[in-house]
């Protein structure tokens, strides 16, 4: 089962500095039918303005990762970690007991990003952030896990909770596949180009809450970056 959500028609807000659109329930967008999709609770696609950002706020008892699409984000945080996270490139908060942060654009263009939420296997525990460069070169043509709590990611960065996020860059044409299981959840979004999914068209920034497909087939109809999260 592949169930389009066109970008289009995904709640949203504008805050000026701020132009989000949430594909699950978020803010003061709520839907009850769309509160998440398994642990996956929040993918937000933001647009932050230059020079402005989130102020410092309070998580708990969640895994934040951050999918840079264009500019760069700097995080600061409670337990003194600071990081420019670039364009292609990933960071994860895991909020555990609890931390506060602040995320901001300091740079001289708009910054995009995928803000996604998935809740934990366990709560509690000590909170920690980290950011990894992904060179997209190293996932072209495939799909590439990014942040992990699946045993053998050794290479991801690690989140507290069974799921993976992975990236792929494919060129026109090209198509790769990635082996989910009927057993689990997956959120597909293009953050740029077409793709074609299991035979479902999506345009960049549509997403796909997938369930009971063994096998994801992804074709690219434009030259395209995608992004994947699954989840138990």
């Given at each position: 089962m592949i169930d389009k959500r066109p970008f289009a028609r995904l709640g949203g807000a504008d805050h000026g500095w701020l132009k989000a659109r949430h594909h699950f329930s978020f803010a003061s967008y709520h839907d009850p039918d769309n509160m998440g999709w398994g642990p996956i609770r929040v993918w937000n696609d933001d647009e932050i303005a230059p020079n402005s950002g989130f102020p410092p706020h309070p998580h708990a008892d969640m895994e934040i990762v951050t999918y840079v699409r264009k500019g760069a984000i700097t995080h600061q945080d409670s337990l003194g970690n600071q990081g420019r996270t670039e364009a292609g490139d990933v960071q994860v908060m895991s909020a555990g007991s609890g931390i506060r942060h602040a995320e901001y654009n300091l740079e001289p263009e708009t910054t995009t990003l995928f803000q996604i939420w998935i809740e934990p296997s366990t709560t509690g525990g000590k909170p920690s952030w980290g950011a990894k460069p992904f060179p997209k070169g190293d996932r072209a043509g495939r799909f590439v896990t990014l942040a992990s709590g699946?045993?053998?990611?050794?290479?991801?960065?690690?989140?507290?909770?069974?799921?993976?996020?992975?990236?792929?860059?494919?060129?026109?044409?090209?198509?790769?596949?990635?082996?989910?299981?009927?057993?689990?959840?997956?959120?597909?979004v293009p953050a740029t180009g077409a793709v074609e999914v299991n035979g479902v068209r999506l345009d960049a920034r549509d997403g796909a809450a997938v369930r009971d497909e063994e096998v994801l087939r992804v074709r690219a109809l434009e030259d395209a970056e995608v992004v994947l999260v699954d989840a138990a």
């Amino acid at each position: 089962m592949i169930d389009k959500r066109p970008f289009a028609r995904l709640g949203g807000a504008d805050h000026g500095w701020l132009k989000a659109r949430h594909h699950f329930s978020f803010a003061s967008y709520h839907d009850p039918d769309n509160m998440g999709w398994g642990p996956i609770r929040v993918w937000n696609d933001d647009e932050i303005a230059p020079n402005s950002g989130f102020p410092p706020h309070p998580h708990a008892d969640m895994e934040i990762v951050t999918y840079v699409r264009k500019g760069a984000i700097t995080h600061q945080d409670s337990l003194g970690n600071q990081g420019r996270t670039e364009a292609g490139d990933v960071q994860v908060m895991s909020a555990g007991s609890g931390i506060r942060h602040a995320e901001y654009n300091l740079e001289p263009e708009t910054t995009t990003l995928f803000q996604i939420w998935i809740e934990p296997s366990t709560t509690g525990g000590k909170p920690s952030w980290g950011a990894k460069p992904f060179p997209k070169g190293d996932r072209a043509g495939r799909f590439v896990t990014l942040a992990s709590g699946i045993a053998g990611d050794d290479d991801a960065l690690p989140i507290r909770t069974d799921a993976r996020v992975a990236g792929a860059t494919l060129k026109a044409g090209e198509t790769t596949e990635y082996v989910l299981g009927k057993a689990r959840h997956a959120y597909l979004v293009p953050a740029t180009g077409a793709v074609e999914v299991n035979g479902v068209r999506l345009d960049a920034r549509d997403g796909a809450a997938v369930r009971d497909e063994e096998v994801l087939r992804v074709r690219a109809l434009e030259d395209a970056e995608v992004v994947l999260v699954d989840a138990a």
